[in-house]
């Protein structure tokens, strides 16, 4: 058996029209996400899970989300979630828009540079930083996928512009 541990690294400008507030912009995940989220110290997960900020299906997004570092979606039910923002004074128009959507990843994480960043990253995973509290070997790493020898596995992710 294989260990492994795979995520992606999509990170997307944040604002995508330039000038228009960061606190425009939402993920609209593609279920209800209840589950609390994991944060990380120190590059390593920490061991208490936090509120989810997600209300229903949806994440205003603030640069202080990310004070304390990348969210980390363990238990994430959807497996889509789309970054846009609403235009105008009466909020009735979407202004452009992205959708991940993706397959076989059983974490999200979402984060942007602690201080603020011009980015957003939004990242389909199949695994997550060790635990603060394992002090193990790799094999034994909690959320790690393996791969049976001579077998195949496969994960994918999409990225839709519109």
């Not at 425009?24 to 593609?30: E, I, K, V, W």
């Not at 989300?65 to 979407?94: K, R």
Request: charged fraction near 20%.
């Amino acid at each position: 058996m294989l260990p492994a541990s795979l995520g992606g690294h999509p990170a997307f400008n944040w604002p995508l029209v330039p000038g228009l507030p960061k606190e425009a912009y939402t993920l609209t995940f593609g279920k209800t996400e209840p589950a609390p989220i994991r944060r990380l110290k120190d590059g390593l997960m920490r061991r208490q899970p936090e509120p989810n900020p997600v209300k229903g299906r949806t994440l205003a997004l603030l640069e202080e989300l990310f004070d304390d570092d990348a969210m980390v979606f363990d238990q994430i039910a959807s497996t889509s979630v789309l970054f846009t923002a609403t235009l105008g004074p009466a909020a009735a128009t979407q202004g452009p828009a992205i959708e991940i959507s993706w397959r076989g990843f059983r974490e999200l994480g979402v984060w942007s540079k602690v201080g603020g960043a011009p980015f957003l990253c939004i990242e389909p995973w199949h695994g997550f930083a060790s635990p603060a509290e394992f002090d193990g070997e790799f094999a034994d790493k909690p959320g790690l996928m393996y791969i049976a020898s001579g077998s195949r596995k496969s994960l994918s992710y999409r990225i839709r512009v519109s």
